[in-house]
């Protein structure tokens, strides 16, 4: 039987973070239009909405009455990959991606605060065309998670409170890569490359997708420190997924490459098309058979702390620290094939760092309950130099946000933000890692470049 080269298969199962085309990587931020509008400031000085259940749950006490908050914000990601060989620019196609947002809050006369909220905290889609050199890691890669997140909070002493509850999360991923036959072995020590197929020479696309649940636990602390003067922090703990009995189906694709005489794969070493001998690969007792693919994927934990300060005129300053844990939940990933393909279960190598944010938002007010918002940010990437991918092209970024929140008929009111992400591209690879003693150097062979723009929209209402 064929080897076909565990990380040519099993990369499609990476997509799970981060994720970021972000999260802190895969992880996003647009839970919430006026935290969006702050730049993501939403922990030491909440938004006076229920999205506080995501940002800081123990602020869930500083809402009055039943309170409701929905909205969604719309991604558009633009980026290219520069390939050194050849200077060829391959853009992106990446679709715009709109994760909702859904926050119900209620506060009594007493000390108690209860609700849920319905977010994504990682999630997005990359793809790529089909003459991209990465399709053999990913022409499309997409992961979604949902969390749910029921809250109690409390204010244990006056202007201080604690908050938190379960997270039960459902996460799913997608992948479509083509897989490349020159490193494919038709015999135990040679590869079809050693017989002359050139590399890059597309024989089937694999598309793997899977499904999980799991479960964690987020938890916050708020507080005013004086008058103008207010603290905040959060833990969402890590959430790990196993994504048991995924699909991995395969489709073979023509290569067009006719043996000639005295190859050493027909009998007799007599002419025939490659196609033919390969199909078998693709029929019963074949590696490239549907079946089922195991991973576990862990979305890391996050830490935000801030402190807002508001002894200005109708203003509120804020300045967040932000923290995720990729550096001990995304070391290793582990594949297991459970099907003809077993024999290349393994370990895919990742080494990420933890990555951090520093982030500053003001908020003014104008009157009448309008109020106006600005904002900037600064993300250090998680993904290590030799990580840089078509599946997560990870690099530091610069956040930049406006927006503006307008109340109407009493009880309603509308946000709505502009994020800009900038940054300054990274180098990065389309070929696989398959030791840590390959380099970034060894590796890297191109550009790619990102930039973003996220419009967030929500309405509130008050009962």
């Known amino acids: 039987m064929m080897n076909l080269g565990r990380a040519s298969l099993a990369l499609a199962l990476i997509f799970g ?149 379960p997270v039960i999360g459902y996460s799913r991923v997608e992948l479509t890569q083509a897989l490349d036959l020159a490193p494919v072995s038709p015999s135990p020590g040679v590869t079809f490359g050693q017989l002359g197929i050139p590399p890059g020479t597309e024989f089937a696309r694999a598309t793997l997708k899977g499904n999980a649940t799991a479960l964690g636990v987020h938890v916050g602390l708020h507080g005013r420190l004086t008058p103008t003067i207010q603290l905040g922090a959060r833990y969402l703990s890590e959430v790990r997924f196993k994504y048991d009995g995924s699909d991995a189906r395969f489709q073979q694709r023509p290569t067009g490459i006719v043996l ?17 001998i390969l199909a078998a690969q693709f029929a019963s007792g074949g590696a490239l ?87 900037y940010s600064y993300v250090r990437a998680a993904a290590p130099p030799e990580t840089v991918t078509p599946l997560l092209p990870d690099m530091d970024r610069r956040h930049y946000t406006l927006g503006f929140g307008v109340p109407f008929m009493n009880r309603y009111w509308l946000d709505a933000a502009y994020l800009r992400v900038d940054t300054d591209g990274r180098r990065g690879r389309v070929v696989e890692r398959e030791s840590r003693a390959q380099s970034a150097s060894d590796l890297n062979g191109g550009f790619y470049s990102f930039t973003a723009n996220i419009f967030s929209l929500s309405v509130g209402a008050q009962f």
């Open 17 to 165: 973070l981060q994720a970021s085309a972000r999260a802190q990587a895969f992880g996003l931020n647009e839970i919430g239009t006026c935290a969006v509008g702050r730049a993501h400031t939403g922990t030491g000085s909440p938004c006076a909405d229920p999205s506080v259940i995501y940002w800081n749950p123990a602020a869930a006490t500083l809402l009055k009455k039943w309170t409701v908050y929905a909205g969604a914000a719309a991604i558009s990601v633009s980026g290219d990959y520069t390939a050194d060989s050849s200077a060829g620019v391959f853009p992106s196609i990446a679709p715009t991606a709109f994760p909702p947002h859904l926050f119900v809050n209620y506060k009594g006369a007493g000390k108690w605060a209860a609700g849920v909220g319905l977010y994504i905290p990682y999630g997005l889609t990359s793809q790529w065309r089909e003459n991209f050199p990465g399709r053999f890691l990913a022409l499309k890669s997409s992961l979604l998670t949902f969390y749910a997140q029921p809250n109690v909070a409390y204010e244990f002493t006056p202007g201080w409170s604690i908050g938190g509850g």
């Open 260 to 276: 000639p005489e005295g190859n050493p794969l027909t009998p007799g070493g007599v002419s025939a098309p490659l196609d033919g």
């Open 289 to 375: 058979v549907a079946q089922g693919v195991s991973t576990t994927i862990e979305h890391p934990a996050q830490v935000q702390a801030g402190v807002g300060f508001s002894g200005l005129p109708n203003t509120l300053v804020s300045v967040d620290y932000f923290w995720v844990g990729f550096g001990s939940a995304f070391r290793e990933l582990p594949v297991t094939f459970e099907g003809p393909a077993a024999a290349n279960n393994g370990v895919l190598i990742q080494d990420y760092d933890n990555a951090w944010a520093i982030r500053a938002g003001l908020e003014y007010s104008l009157g009448r309950g309008v109020t106006a918002r600005g904002g």
